[in-house]
């Protein structure tokens, strides 16, 4: 069954540097979306992406975030300058449709730890 | 705003019993999806079941059962004949039936399961 893949699983970066988060969707799915869980809340929506442009964004995805779809498989979440805050997991899903009903596949995860 | 309450961060059951989740959710739309998604240890989250609100009838997938009470904003799980495998973060989220929408989870329940 086909999967979203998410690299790295974990990564460590300094407070300040930039990170790229990597994800590549399912082949035939045209909506992506990132997610993140901070240790011990629950997962929030970040931002989706449609037809190559973002199609929300919660208050969380501010301008040191970005996202980008560079090359037709790979869906990127770019953070500037990270932040000690910034430390969570953040996850990847796709999905076939837009509508509410269709089911939103998850990737495994890349947990973030700024130090 | 939509919100997905879980009451439970724990329960256990012993393995072949039978254990319910509970999940409240607060909206003002009348139709849309509800969820429940498995997180299990190696992290990646797997939708479990899914009920659409327009429908009374309760969703069923072997052994995941819902009680869904629309009028009530109740939507919980019934994992039936508990098995080792269960063992999960289980969250509860929410999705209006309307164009690119993201999903608002719940903070989960971790599940453990006896044998």
């Known amino acids: 069954e086909p999967e979203v893949t998410q690299t790295p699983s974990h990564q460590v970066t300094q407070m300040g540097q930039e990170v790229i988060l990597r994800c590549v969707p399912i082949?035939?799915?045209?909506?992506f979306y990132w997610y993140r869980q901070i240790l011990g809340q629950k997962v929030e929506f970040l931002v989706s992406?449609?037809?190559?442009?973002?199609?929300?964004k919660s208050e969380i995805f501010d301008d040191q975030f970005s996202v980008e779809r560079p090359d037709g498989s790979n869906f990127t979440l770019k953070i500037r300058s990270t932040k000690l805050e910034d430390s969570a997991m953040y996850f990847c899903?796709?999905?076939?449709?837009?509508?509410?009903?269709?089911?939103?596949?998850f990737g495994d995860g890349t947990r973030l730890s700024i130090l | 705003a939509q919100t997905v309450t879980q009451s439970q961060p724990e329960m256990s059951v012993q393995e072949a019993e039978t254990v319910t989740l509970s999940c409240t959710y607060d909206?003002?739309?009348?139709?849309?999806?509800l969820f429940w998604y498995k997180q299990p240890p190696s992290r990646q989250m797997i939708l479990v079941i899914r009920?659409?609100?327009?429908?009374?009838q309760n969703a069923t997938e072997n052994r995941f059962s819902v009680n869904f009470q629309k009028a009530a904003k109740s939507f919980s799980l019934k994992i039936s004949d508990s098995q080792l495998g269960d063992a999960a973060m289980y969250f509860c989220?929410?999705?209006?039936?309307?164009?690119?929408?993201?999903?608002?989870f719940g903070k989960g329940t971790r599940l453990s399961v006896i044998a």
């Open positions: 992406f449609y037809n190559n442009e973002i199609s929300e």
């Open positions: 082949s035939n799915h045209l909506y």
């Open positions: 989220a929410y999705s209006p039936n309307s164009g690119n929408t993201p999903l608002v």
């Open positions: 899903a796709s999905s076939e449709e837009g509508l509410g009903n269709q089911p939103q596949h």
């Open positions: 009920q659409e609100a327009y429908k009374q």
């Open positions: 909206t003002s739309e009348s139709d849309y999806y």
